[in-house]
């Protein structure tokens, strides 16, 4: 980062032109001394040794701390290392119009992928930096500039002018999670292009500026950071220090005189340390600050390290399930803790997860109840970085505040704006309604349930080939087999195969050494468990953990599911067939049931509440199923949904050689199967009441929301 100020510096008239370049070149056999030389005379002030090299002591001061630091280890300098510094990088390159936020990017590929991974670090495009800052407080800001530029009466636009620049200096930002700064710098960016125009408005007008050797008031002292990874807050305040550099050489334009950058007089507050674990206030006091920006780690719940969770405990101290949440929640919380009893807003970026599933009951509830309220949200759209390797994950962003609003709220869907009366936990425009876990159904429908979970460490799992050669090594064993479907081998039709010893007779299975092998196996991982209800389960090693086989037909939903479907793959299944617990199960079902369950009405309710795993739907019996609210049709509108659930059933049927990730692909849906949905989605949208023509998934979720307010409501 020293190397880079330098050749921005030279480039930039930071220095004098090519002055970083011709000392080195001078001093190419001894490069790595003559670097410690220069940076230790970038970092004096007063006191140089005269006796110096002219070219050495020509180097202006520069301040600011990014030469200070004596521990900084210059490597060997090869002079291959000096033909990259001296020909690509300063010769072939001019890095005067070098975009600052592209260092985020650069900072980004400097880490391996699992440092990546186990840091939850996805760098943010400037195109997502703009989905936050834009309206938390530029939209406003600019709005309010152009009215300002609209004043006829020249004294009075030029009043305001001046306290529209004493308000843009006032404003403080704070980034509690800044990595390489992107969210600072291209705020800061965003205020001085800001500044230089009304400068240039005030210029205009023939006004005297208060200080005519410098007019600019924002400063990088108004940008504030918490960052725990020491590079990156290097490369934060090296960025904000070239964005500064660059905004001042806009504004020499406008004033048409010089203005001295060198040597710096602010620096950006960005403090080394864990935020998690890091009072925000001793960074920025809160009645100080504007605004909270940020895009916190993506951790799951699952995925924490023991420090993480640490962290989380430490954040939500007493509250419930505090399990499930993300690490990126913690923010969520510090942020709401410090805005209370101010005017700060907050947006921050984090995966979806915070506005689906359980997560919204645990962490949004309490936060309403301290006063919280969602300003502006994007809902979900897939994340993306100026980084090379994009990071695979779709996110939300939540514009949020304790303080009163008056500006209206808005929900951004597709990219587009639509008002909203109010957003709740789910990103709707609904009342403030949490669907949680349940055990049983809220309606009078057969509950579901999981499928097998054997806890066998696959030794009772075979794939085809495998089961044919343990029936030629041991031929009793055959009828012991039954195909084995989880949601993956359901839906692309390629089941598995289970040895289900479970109504073995003792007499026929000592019969069968092989079989016995598999048995004492079983019984060997499982006393081996840590959980003690694992070993006991070790005393029945030819039985499942948890076993539902239900006699007869009986209709499966996949557990896990591609976002890309519009419909989750439903069917039937039956008792000649295993299913794991990666399907849901529900015996004694109609063709009603199915008709409602693979509508899209059902679809709309289960993408808003389901949990999800990566991007792919989770579909939770306690929160999804249990908690969905079904029609009260009239006979005949019940007989419709059979009429078209069949339709659906015999269209599949047309392609018995497809499998349903085949007949789901939106490119490859057959059009008779397209139909039949279409057709069944409007006699289940008749039965709910709801408008075939017009209604919005969003609004249709809103109503079941209202509807599961009542009947919850009804059940207390």
């Known amino acids: 980062m020293r190397l880079v100020f330098c050749f921005y510096a030279e480039d930039a008239g930071v220095f004098s032109r090519r ?61 291959d290392i000096i033909d990259l510094l001296l020909r690509q990088a300063s010769e072939d390159f001019d890095w005067s119009q070098i975009s600052p936020t592209i260092f985020g990017a650069v900072f980004e590929s400097t880490l391996n992928p699992e440092t990546r991974r186990s840091g939850g670090m996805h760098y943010t495009s400037l195109e997502n930096i703009h989905k936050v800052i834009d309206p938390l407080f530029l939209d406003g800001l600019k709005a309010e500039f152009d009215q300002i530029k609209a004043i006829g009466t020249e004294r009075t636009r030029q009043a305001r002018l001046a306290a529209f620049q004493e308000k843009l200096a006032s404003l403080t930002f704070l980034d509690p999670a800044c990595g390489s700064g992107n969210f600072l710098t291209e705020t ?25 050797d410098n007019p600019i008031q924002v400063s990088i002292g108004q940008f504030c950071g918490i960052e725990i990874n020491d590079f990156a807050v290097t490369v934060a305040r090296t960025a904000l220090w070239i964005a500064e550099s660059q905004m001042l050489r806009e504004t020499e334009d406008i004033v048409r005189h010089d203005l001295h950058f060198l040597p710096l007089k602010t620096s950006a507050r960005i403090r080394k340390a864990n935020a998690l674990r890091l009072d925000w206030e001793s960074v920025v006091p809160k009645h100080k600050l504007s605004c909270i920006m940020s895009n916190p780690p993506f951790v799951g719940a699952r995925l924490m390290s023991t420090c993480q969770k640490e962290d989380l405990n ?22 709401a803790d410090l805005m209370t009893g101010t005017a700060i807003r907050t947006a921050l970026v984090s995966t979806n997860s915070v506005t689906q599933g359980e997560s919204v009951a645990d962490l949004w509830k309490p936060l309403f109840a301290q006063g919280v309220h969602i300003d502006f949200a994007y809902r979900t759209f897939r994340w993306d970085s100026e980084a090379r390797i994009k990071a695979h994950v779709h996110c939300v962003i939540v514009g949020f505040s304790i303080a009163p609003n008056s500006t209206p709220k808005v929900i951004y869907s597709s990219g587009l704006p639509q008002t909203a009366g109010n957003i709740n936990g789910y990103l709707l425009d609904a009342d403030d309604i949490f669907v949680e876990s ?56 390629q089941p598995r195969y289970c040895l289900w010893l479970g109504k073995c007779p003792p007499n026929e299975l000592r019969k069968m050494p092989e079989c016995l092998k598999r048995v004492e196996a079983v019984r ?73 369950l693979t509508s899209n009405v059902h679809m709309a309710w289960m993408r808003v509440v389901c949990g999800r795993l990566k991007s792919d739907y989770d579909y939770s019996i306690n929160i999804v199923y249990n908690n969905f609210p079904w029609p009260t049709p009239t006979d005949e509108q019940r007989a419709k ?55 919005t998934e969003s609004a249709c979720v809103a109503e079941l929301m209202k509807m599961y307010k009542e009947l919850s409501s009804a059940q207390r």
């Open 19 to 79: 002055q970083f370049h011709d000392y080195l070149a001078r001093r190419r056999q001894n490069a790595r001394q003559a670097l410690i030389d220069l940076f230790h005379i970038l970092d004096t002030d007063q006191g140089r040794d005269p006796y110096l090299d002219e070219d050495l002591l020509a180097f202006p001061y520069v301040n600011g701390g990014l030469f200070s630091d004596e521990s900084v280890i210059i490597p060997r300098i090869t002079d």
């Open 524 to 596: 060997a991982f499982r006393l081996s468990s840590k959980r003690a209800s694992t070993r006991k389960l070790a005393d029945m090693p030819t039985r499942f953990q948890t076993e539902n086989m239900p006699k007869g037909h009986y209709i499966i939903i996949p557990e896990v599911s591609s976002e890309r479907r519009r419909y989750v793959p439903i069917g039937y299944m039956d008792d000649s067939v295993l299913c794991s617990n990666k399907l849901r199960l529900m015996p004694h079902a109609t063709l009603y049931h199915f008709g409602i």
């Open 314 to 335: 430490g954040v939500f101290s007493g509250w419930r399930n505090v399990g499930n949440l993300d690490y990126v929640c913690c923010w969520y919380k510090k942020a």
């Open 641 to 695: 949904i059979e009429q078209t659930a069949q339709a659906i059933l015999d269209a599949r049927a047309l392609y018995p050689d497809a499998s349903l990730a085949d007949l789901y692909d939106e490119i490859t849906m057959p059009p008779e199967l397209r139909k039949a949905h279409q057709e069944n989605d409007k006699a289940v949208m008749r039965a709910y009441g709801f408008s075939v023509k017009d209604m």
């Open 438 to 493: 349940r055990n049983k159904p809220i309606c009078d429908v057969p509950g579901i349930g999981m499928g097998n979970q054997p806890i066998d460490n696959g030794n009772y799992l075979f794939t085809r080939e495998e089961r044919d050669a343990f029936v030629k090594k041991e031929p009793a064993a055959e009828k012991w087999f039954r195909p084995w479907y989880g949601s993956w081998e359901f839906i692309n039709r």
């Open 188 to 212: 800061y960016l965003c205020l001085r292009r800001l500044e230089n125009e009304a400068i240039a408005a005030r210029q205009h007008d023939q006004v005297v500026l208060g200080d005519i």
